[in-house]
């Protein structure tokens, strides 16, 4: 704030400032998304190479186009959307109250900073406990692969057949075939 109101009063028309804040918030958005989409690709590939055998559907599991403009799409709007409201919020400061008040005052009132903290109590929670979720969940999924399933896996071979039914009408001439089959 303080720093707006001195941008003001040296002459910064409130477009620059509001386009300023825009391009930072985009900025961050952007560098976010890169960032969570290096992630992203990196843990697919962990995926990949630590998954069991026989997981079905494994190999659609891709990060093409349609993920990269969706991550790039959310990560416009969201910047801005939470760059342009604050961005028009801070950009009309009251300058002189602002440069009187001096560091101590820049911050807001006493109830903006409560709800401030209050925010930032809630997003140190929710991250908190989203990283105990992840982390209980690796740690099923682990312990799940090492459980003996009962039976022995090696040496099985499993197919599906689909019998024609203009060569096979009854039940019976399908039985029949699968019997001879086993044989």
Do not use: C
């Amino acid at each position: 704030q303080r720093e707006l109101s001195i941008r003001s009063a040296l002459g910064a028309e409130r477009w620059r400032i509001v386009r300023q804040l825009l391009v930072e918030a985009m900025l961050l958005s952007v560098i976010a998304s890169a960032f969570g989409l290096a992630i992203g690709y990196g843990l697919v590939q962990i995926l990949t190479w630590a998954a069991p055998d026989g997981l079905p559907r494994l190999d659609e599991v891709t990060m093409d186009g349609r993920v990269l403009a969706f991550t790039m799409g959310s990560a416009v709007v969201t910047g801005v959307l939470f760059g342009l409201l604050p961005a028009l919020q801070v950009s009309r400061p009251n300058v002189s109250e602002t440069l009187k008040l001096g560091t101590a005052g820049a911050g807001g009132s006493g109830s903006r900073q409560r709800i401030r903290s209050a925010l930032v109590i809630g997003e140190v929670a929710i991250s908190v406990a989203l990283l105990i979720g992840a982390g209980l969940l690796i740690r099923s999924l682990w312990r799940l692969q090492q459980v003996n399933p009962g039976f022995r896996h090696e040496n099985v071979v499993t197919a599906r057949i689909h019998l024609p039914s203009t060569r096979y009408q009854g039940g019976a001439q399908a039985w029949s075939f699968y019997e001879r089959l086993l044989d």
